[in-house]
Each structure stands twice: as structure tokens, then as C-alpha cells.
């Protein structure tokens, strides 16, 4: 690396150390459009790449995401004090409970409306997508945030969420691109006696 490049690494370390949030969000910057763009080539219907989808979650995830996600982490640090894996496993549940409906409707609402879709098509799809979302969180988040809780400081969590983040993003972008009739049973939202039956 030349003497520009450490100049620019000894730049983003400043700035990590006198802004906090920045290493969730460079991190963030680098893995949702990379999970975009993975789950893209994961596509069998999809003829080639949209740039425009993976620049939607390169701001979703730096400038939304992020931030919401380094702001949780440090009140569920507040919520339950300590770092024992009992203090870690409450966190988690704190964490699909509280935190995990309004990240996923942020993420669902969010990618809409960057997409330029209408007030109430961005709701539709917060109340189409959550529930089977939350769901398949359920099973991987308190996974994710107990480690994270009890063995990482602080300091590094929200970056070990990003990593976790960027096999979630990989399912969300495909929950968000992929109609509900071309989804596993599981994944679409259970039919209320209200609805006609097709």
C-alpha cells in the first residue's frame, strides 16, 4: 500500500474512532449492495445485473440502516446491563422483540419508497412481508445477537450485526424481489377469512 492508501486507512481510523457510527455504516456501505448484488446472480429469472437495485441498498443500508442499527445497540446495552451469555440471551430476545418489526418495516418501507413506489404501496408491502419475515428472524438473530452480546466489546457489534446483516440482506432483497406466489408456503402471509380464496 503506498503512501496514499495509508494516509486514507489512517484517515477512516480517525474518523471510526471520532465518529462511531461511520464503522457501521462503511461496513454497511460495502455488504447490503454486495448482498443485492448475490442474491441478483441467485436469481435463476434473472436475465443480468441491476445497478440501480444494489445503489437502493448501498443507501439503505449506509444511511438508514446503519445508524438505526448503532443506536439500538446501544440501548439494548442500556436495557440489560452486563455480558454474561444470560445477560446476552436477553439482549437477543430484547432484540427480535423490540428492535427486529421496526428494522424489517423500516427495510420494507424504505426500499419501496428509494424505489419510488407510493405511500401506500410501501405499506402493503411492510404488511404483506413482515410477519414471514419475522418469522425466519426468529431463527437466526438471537443466534447472531447472543455471540455478539456476550463475546464482542461494544465497540465492534454493530460491525458483527453487518456480518450478520449480509446474509439476512441476501433473503430480504429476495422477500422484497420475489412475488409471494413464487415463494415457499412458509414464506407468504397466512389468508384471513376476509379474503376471497383464489
Not at 45 to 71: E, H, K, N
Not at 98 to 104: D, E, N, S, W
Not at 186 to 198: D, S
Amino acid at each position: 500500500m503506498g503512501q496514499w492508501g495509508r494516509r486514507a486507512m489512517a484517515g477512516m481510523q480517525q474518523m471510526w474512532h471520532a465518529y462511531p457510527v461511520t464503522r457501521g455504516m462503511t461496513t454497511y456501505a460495502l455488504l447490503w449492495p454486495t448482498s443485492n448484488m448475490v442474491q441478483q446472480g441467485l436469481d435463476p429469472g434473472r436475465q443480468r445485473y441491476d445497478p440501480l437495485q444494489g445503489l437502493r441498498f448501498l443507501v439503505m443500508g449506509t444511511f438508514i440502516t446503519a445508524p438505526t442499527v448503532y443506536v439500538w445497540v446501544k440501548i439494548a446495552s442500556k436495557l440489560v446491563r452486563g455480558n454474561s451469555l444470560r445477560h446476552a440471551m436477553l439482549k437477543a430476545l430484547y432484540d427480535i422483540t423490540l428492535f427486529a418489526p421496526v428494522g424489517q418495516s423500516q427495510f420494507y418501507f424504505g426500499i419501496s419508497a428509494l424505489e419510488g413506489k407510493s405511500l401506500a404501496q410501501c405499506t402493503d408491502e411492510v404488511k404483506e412481508k413482515l410477519i414471514p419475515s419475522w418469522k425466519v428472524a426468529a431463527c437466526f438473530w438471537p443466534i447472531v445477537q447472543t455471540f455478539n452480546f456476550a463475546y464482542v466489546a461494544e465497540r465492534n457489534r454493530v460491525v458483527v450485526v453487518s456480518v450478520g446483516s449480509f446474509i439476512w440482506t441476501i433473503f430480504l432483497s429476495y422477500m422484497h424481489h420475489t412475488d409471494v406466489q413464487n415463494r415457499p408456503s412458509f414464506l407468504r402471509p397466512k389468508r384471513t377469512n376476509l379474503e376471497p380464496q383464489p
